[in-house]
T-cell receptor
Framework: TAGITQAPTSQILAAGRSMTLRCTQD?????MYWYRQDLGLGLRLIHY???????GKGEVPDGYSVSRANTDDFPLTLASAVPSQTSVYFC?????????????FGEGSRLTVL | GQNIDQPTEMTATEGAIVQINCTYQ??????LFWYQQHAGEAPTFLSY??LDGLEEKGRFSSFLSRSKGYSYLLLKELQMKDSASYLC??????????WGAGTKLIIKP
C-alpha cells in the first residue's frame, strides 16, 4: 500500500526560483499537513487542511502556499525560494479533523536552496 | 511559550533497557505521542497517552504523568534496529501538535 507519496525525493534549487512539492495520499484521510524538519528543531507545521477546499496556516507559513483541490492531493509551493527554506519537508495525513488521531507521514522531500 | 524537552542523544547496549524522557510545558493538554524516525526516513507512530499511567505495546512502553508534565518511552530487549530518533509530541488545548527536537538513540553491540 502506498499511503502518502511525495515528489521529488530531493531537489537543489537556485534562490529566487519557484518550486512545488507534490503530496498524494490514498487513505482518504480528511486532514493533511506540511511540516519542515531542521536539525536540532522539532517538526514545524507550515500549512494544514481539514478537508478538500479548506486550508490553514501553521507555525511557519511565510514564503509557502498550499491548495487542496481534492481529498488526495496537497501540493506545497515556494513562490521565490530563499536559502533559509533549505530543509526536509514532510507531508502527513490523519483521519478525522486536524489534530485528531495519529499522523501518517510521507518519506520526505529534501530541498536545498543555493 | 510552549516547550518540549528531550535529551539530544542517548547510547545503550543491545539487549539492555533504555528510558527516554520527555518533559513538556504547553497551553493545555490533549494527549502525548511518541514517534520513531530512522535516519533518512519518515516518522512512524509508536504510542499515545492521554491518561496517567503506563501503556505497554510489546517491547515498547510509554508512561505519562500529567501533573508533572512528564512522559517517558521505555524500550526493552534492545535490538540494533531500534537505533533511531524518538520524537515526543504534545497536543495542546487547540489540538495543535507541539514537537520536541527528538532523541537520537544509538545502540551498540
Amino acid at each position: 500500500t502506498a499511503g502518502i507519496t511525495q515528489a521529488p525525493t530531493s531537489q537543489i534549487l537556485a534562490a529566487g526560483r519557484s518550486m512545488t512539492l507534490r503530496c498524494t495520499q490514498d487513505m482518504r484521510h480528511n486532514a493533511m499537513y506540511w511540516y519542515r524538519q531542521d536539525l536540532g528543531l522539532g517538526l514545524r507545521l507550515i500549512h494544514y487542511s481539514n478537508t478538500a477546499g479548506t486550508t490553514g496556516k501553521g507555525e511557519v507559513p511565510d514564503g509557502y502556499s498550499v491548495s487542496r483541490a481534492n481529498t488526495d492531493d496537497f501540493p506545497l509551493t515556494l513562490a521565490s525560494a530563499v536559502p533559509s527554506q533549505t530543509s526536509v519537508y514532510f507531508c502527513a495525513s490523519s483521519p478525522g479533523t486536524v489534530g485528531s488521531g495519529e499522523l501518517f507521514f510521507g518519506e520526505g522531500s529534501r530541498l536545498t536552496v543555493l | 511559550g510552549q516547550n518540549i524537552d528531550q535529551p539530544t542523544e542517548m547510547t545503550a547496549t543491545e539487549g539492555a533497557i533504555v528510558q527516554i524522557n520527555c518533559t513538556y510545558q504547553t497551553s493545555g493538554f490533549n494527549g502525548l505521542f511518541w514517534y520513531q524516525q530512522h535516519a533518512g526516513e519518515a516518522p512512524t507512530f509508536l504510542s499515545y497517552n492521554v491518561l496517567d499511567g503506563l501503556e505497554e505495546k510489546g517491547r515498547f512502553s510509554s508512561f505519562l504523568s500529567r501533573s508533572k508534565g512528564y512522559s517517558y518511552l521505555l524500550l526493552k530487549e534492545l535490538q540494533m534496529k531500534d537505533s533511531a530518533s524518538y520524537l515526543c509530541a504534545v497536543r495542546d488545548s487547540n489540538y495543535q501538535l507541539i514537537w520536541g527536537a527528538g532523541t537520537k538513540l544509538i545502540i551498540k553491540p
